[in-house]
């Protein structure tokens, strides 16, 4: 069984599509672990679905953050998924699980992303900024912010009518197809990755 950790932050949609998406027997995979860096609905999902949840409250830990993470997941999972996850990874969890930890960014990187990039933030940016088609990104965590290698994008059309929270909700409802598929792909070993690019068998 394909075994996985899940880092969440916020209300947990994107966790409760994999939830579902593995009720529906969509996905043969097995969440071991729910993490959260602060109080989160995301939590409650994740226990109603008699999933083992944890807190690391990232006012406590501070720059041990990273260190506690790993000390929780174990180093025998198959791959972590940063759903909605807002604080940054660093340290030994990059090297344990190098090239086996994914986020998903609501745009297309290198578009808008970064930094202080998350949330609403992004969409009014690409709204500011005029494009025409915005997306989700789901890519490789390195020691940087939204650096790692693209696995693979979804895009959508940004209508002239467009607030930053309906194009949010357009993008949000491609980010649980793009989560789906890239976990798919992984637990089926179907992804390789060589000099910062990843092929797709």
């Given at each position: 069984?394909?075994?996985?950790?899940?880092?969440?932050?916020?209300?947990?949609?994107?966790?409760?599509?994999?939830?579902?998406?593995i009720k529906q027997n969509k996905l043969d995979?097995?969440?071991?672990?729910?993490i959260s860096d602060r109080e989160a609905y995301a939590l409650e999902r994740a226990k109603k679905a008699n999933i083992k949840t944890i807190l690391?409250?990232?006012?406590?830990?501070?720059?041990?953050?990273?260190?506690?993470i790993l000390e929780e997941l174990g180093e025998d999972l198959d791959l972590i998924v940063l759903a909605g996850f807002l604080s940054i990874l660093r340290g030994r969890i990059l090297e344990v699980y190098k090239n086996r930890i994914i986020n998903i960014h609501p745009s297309l990187i290198p578009s808008f992303c970064g930094e202080g990039m998350y949330g609403l933030k992004?969409?009014?940016?690409?709204l500011d900024y005029g494009?025409?088609?915005?997306?989700?990104?789901?890519h490789?965590?390195?020691?940087?912010?939204?650096?790692g290698p693209i696995i693979l994008q979804k895009t959508v059309p940004v209508y002239a009518e467009d607030t930053a929270e309906t194009l949010q909700e357009r993008i949000h409802q491609q980010e649980?197809?793009?989560?789906?598929?890239?976990?798919?792909?992984?637990a089926e070993n179907r992804i390789k990755i060589e000099e910062r690019k990843v092929y797709i068998k």
């Open positions: 069984m394909f075994r996985i950790g899940v880092l969440v932050s916020g209300s947990g949609t994107n966790l409760q599509y994999i939830i579902d998406t995979i097995k969440i071991e672990k729910v690391v409250d990232r006012k406590i830990y501070k720059n041990k953050l990273s260190d506690k992004v969409h009014q940016a690409a494009v025409k088609v915005s997306g989700c990104t789901v490789i965590v390195d020691s940087g912010t939204d650096t649980y197809i793009a989560l789906e598929e890239t976990i798919r792909l992984f």
